[in-house]
Structures are given as C-alpha cells and as structure tokens.
C-alpha cells in the first residue's frame, strides 16, 4: 500500500460546526484567544480558562463527524494512511480513522499541571480544585500559545515517509506545526484543499508539487477521493 499522510486544520472541523479563530479577528467563540489559548492567559485567569474550554467540550460531544472525515477515514481501506492534526477535538477518531496524531492536545483529555505525562480521560467540566491523586489541578490536555509541541517530533517522520500529502482546512500559519510540510521530501503528490489556500509561507520546491483545491474540506474531499482510489489501484 502506498502511504498517504493527512495533515488537518480547523476547516475540517468548521464544517462540524465547531468554530476556529482563524479569519474572526483573533477572538474564538467571542473570546480573545490570548486570554483562553496561552499559557500567560491561563495563569493570569485560569477560572476563565476552564469554563472556556468546558463549553468546547459541551460543544463537541454534541457534534458529529461530517463527509470529509469520513472519506478519510474510508481510505485506509485502500492505502497506509495516518492523519496529524491541529484540531483538538475527535471527530477523526469517531469517523473511524484509527492512526491520529493529535499535535496541539486533546479537548477530551486533561492533564496535571505538574506534570505533562499524568493524562486523563475528561468528558465532564474540569473546575478548580479538581486535582489527579498527586493533589495538582487538572488543565485541559491543549498545547497553548507560548507552549512546546511535544508531538511534533512523531509528526516529522510521518511526513517524512509519505508518498501523497493531503492538506486539508488549515491556513499553514500556525507554527511550529505549518513547517511540517517542509520535510515532504519524499511525496510524490501534495494536495491542499482550502477554500482560501495560503501559499506566501511555502517554499518554491513545494509549491511546484502543489495541487490546489479551493474549496471546503467536504466538496474538496469529494472531489479528490476518486482520484485517490485510482492512484491506490495503479
């Protein structure tokens, strides 16, 4: 099988109905992402931190995967397929596709704030006081701004290994994540499915192996699945 690797942003899952603050002017469901998505935010109010991403959890389990994460999910049928993503919620996984490399956390996890590998299922609100058996407070399992990637190290591999890259619904304006694709050196074909493709970062040696899609994930996935299934056949 040929590998075929799935780098997703927050279009994919816009069309879900779960919101991104890219293209809203810096605010997120209202909020200035500052204060809800950075760590200096987080210890400058961490109540408001909480309740923030208490209703994204709400939010979540009451939406459901749409079209594009199920075409993804459908071609590990046919390819060796893995998806990193940027998005923190886990309408892959409940697509179906069983590899996901999740780079900026897990809505549906929380952590210790003392140590970073004490990991927990969190399907409830997380308030202050609740604590893991070690006595620290719990934070929600995201990488804010002015934090590490701790799996970006895993990321750069997967890329690495990749015969065809599909980008889809990310504006490649978030780093570290958005250089990913600079250690492409192996895929043959890059596709990218956006309805406002961003390619002023990219490198010329990039661009020329690029094919546009300037739709949303659904209708672009929709479109490219059939091309995919040829090429898995050949």
């Keep these: 099988m040929k590998k075929l690797v799935f780098f997703t942003g927050a279009g994919i899952s816009q069309e879900s109905g779960l919101q991104t603050f890219r293209g ?13 998505a950075s760590i200096e935010g987080w210890h400058r109010n961490p109540q408001l931190v909480l309740d923030f991403y208490n209703q994204r959890r709400k939010q979540l389990l009451d939406s459901k995967p749409n ?53 927990y299922t969190c399907l409830n609100d997380i308030h202050l006081g609740n604590v893991d058996s070690f006595g620290a407070q719990l934070r929600p399992h995201i990488v804010w701004f002015g934090e590490m990637v701790p799996m970006l190290d895993s990321a750069i591999p997967i ?25 492409a050196t192996r895929a043959e074909k890059i596709y990218y ?4 493709p961003t390619l002023s970062t ?3 040696q ?6 546009c899609l300037q739709q949303p994930a659904t209708e672009g996935m929709k479109q490219l699945y059939d091309q995919l299934l040829e090429i898995a056949v050949k």
Excluded at 24 to 36: C, F, I, N, Q, Y
Excluded at 193 to 196: E, L, M, R, V
Excluded at 206 to 211: A, C, D, E, G, Q
């Design 24 to 36: 809203a002017g810096g605010l997120w469901e209202g909020h200035d992402v500052s204060e809800v």
């Design 67 to 119: 079209q594009a994460h199920h075409f993804i999910a459908s071609l590990e049928n046919v390819f060796d397929t893995e998806v990193i993503t940027q998005n923190v919620d886990d309408l892959h996984e409940r697509a179906g596709s069983s590899r996901v490399l999740h780079l900026h956390g897990e809505l549906l996890k929380c952590r210790s704030v003392d140590n970073d590998n004490r990991i």
């Design 159 to 183: 890329i690495q290994s990749a015969e065809i890259i599909v980008v889809v619904g990310t504006s490649l304006q978030v780093y570290p994540a958005a250089g990913l694709l600079q250690y």
């Design 193 to 196: 499915i956006d309805p406002f």
């Design 202 to 204: 990219l490198p010329d």
């Design 206 to 211: 990039l661009i020329v192996r690029l094919k």
